[in-house]
């Protein structure tokens, strides 16, 4: 089983992205955990070690994807 | 059956984010096309009429994911 996690921080943008996945992912191959860094700041330092620049983004197998453009790290950290 | 199609133009972010999409969509939900604008580019126009701006990109349910950042689709019509 892949671990796969989305971290997103609840902007519209994030919203649609994570139902694309969360519709459409393979569950069977995927272990997906889904972040929301307003609920659990302190995933944050984690999220940018693995080089999540933006949100929404999905982390699988040390591979980062930004899926389109909600907010920067930056702006999230800023709350 | 939803039906996906996944632009790209053979570039190396285009090739992961390609890998990912065929390991990891439910295919059982998801019947995905694989457009190579390199291959054929008759299809740009459809592409960028479904809101593409850059490569490489997922179009499903009338919405368009960009993936990371490949190319812009400036860069794949000048070849």
Same mark, same amino acid.
């Given at each position: 089983?892949? !671990? =796969? +996690?989305?971290?997103? %921080? ?8 994570? !139902?694309?996945?969360? /519709?459409?992912?393979?569950?069977? !191959? +995927? /272990?997906?955990?889904v +972040?929301?860094f ?8 984690? =999220?940018? =070690? %693995?080089?999540? !620049?933006?949100?929404? =983004? ?12 909600? %907010?920067?790290?930056? /702006? +999230?950290?800023?709350?």
């Amino acid at each position: 089983m892949t !671990k =796969a +996690v989305f971290y997103h %921080a609840g902007c519209e943008v994030c919203v649609d992205a994570e !139902k694309m996945i969360l /519709d459409y992912f393979d569950r069977s !191959k +995927v /272990d997906l955990e889904v +972040v929301h860094f307003g609920e659990d700041p302190s995933r944050i330092r984690e =999220a940018e =070690a %693995a080089g999540v !620049k933006s949100v929404p =983004a999905l982390v699988v197998n040390g591979q980062t994807y930004h899926i389109n453009y909600g %907010a920067s790290m930056e /702006d +999230v950290k800023n709350g």
